[in-house]
């Protein structure tokens, strides 16, 4: 059995096609892309349904190919980690919160993130995706200001978390991101890694949950300075 390569070196190394032009392209189609899907959520819609217009969404857009499935998922099903399959027939609310997680990949260049929604006025709901937005910049920050390793930031985001009355989610905690496929360079999470992550070859990823109702919220960008990010 093959070891995984352990050193910074290697496993910040790229691939033969990463191009920080494109990988910075792609980011601006995956925001984008989300938000379009997210506006075309409308409440009584079935999950599976509004999976099938995500991936529609994605055709549109040139982005066919995943290197990992479409997610959206609706109200108690927010609380599952990635990979887990969603309760089927779960149909959104008028009062309710969804989140959205893609992994499109356009042309040779991966694209990767997520972010959490609500319809109807529920305060808890509005609350949870604002922090999962909120926490994600903060731990973004720390790792900025503080050249945190990436078993550092997750330490400070599950601290950051359970101060809002959150859990956080560790089985979601960051992953390489590159030129198609990312795996071939390091599968495993950045919560496991001791050193200080470089910019733009990771991606952060935030999933916290009520710690006795059932509802969550995601959000995941690529870890990027403030530059990147013009609004909170």
């Not at 995943?66 to 309760?87: I, L, M």
């Amino acid at each position: 059995m093959m070891s995984l390569p352990t050193s910074p070196a290697d496993l910040e190394r790229f691939g033969p096609n990463f191009d920080a032009e494109q990988m910075l392209a792609v980011r601006d189609m995956t925001r984008k892309a989300i938000n379009q899907i997210a506006k075309s959520m409308r409440p009584g819609m079935v999950e599976e349904d509004a999976v099938e217009i995500a991936k529609d969404i994605l055709a549109e857009a040139g982005m066919t190919r995943g290197w990992h499935d479409v997610y959206v998922r609706f109200g108690s099903n927010t609380t599952k980690t990635f990979g887990a399959p969603s309760d089927p027939g779960v149909i959104l609310g008028a009062d309710d919160i969804f989140l959205i997680d893609i992994g499109p990949v356009w042309k040779k260049w991966e694209g990767d993130g997520g972010d959490t929604f609500t319809t109807g006025t529920n305060q808890e709901y509005a609350r949870c995706a604002k922090d999962a937005r909120e926490i994600f910049h903060v731990v973004r920050e720390h790792w900025a200001k503080n050249a945190a390793s990436g078993k550092a930031l997750y330490g400070f985001a599950t601290a950051e978390a359970e101060k809002r009355g959150w859990k956080l989610n560790l089985d979601l905690s960051g992953h390489r991101i590159g030129d198609f496929p990312h795996a071939a360079i390091y599968e495993g999470p950045l919560a496991d890694v001791g050193f200080t992550p470089k910019s733009m070859i990771w991606v952060l990823e935030i999933h916290i949950r009520h710690p006795s109702k059932p509802f969550g919220a995601f959000f995941e960008d690529m870890l990027l300075g403030d530059e990147f990010f013009y609004t909170r």
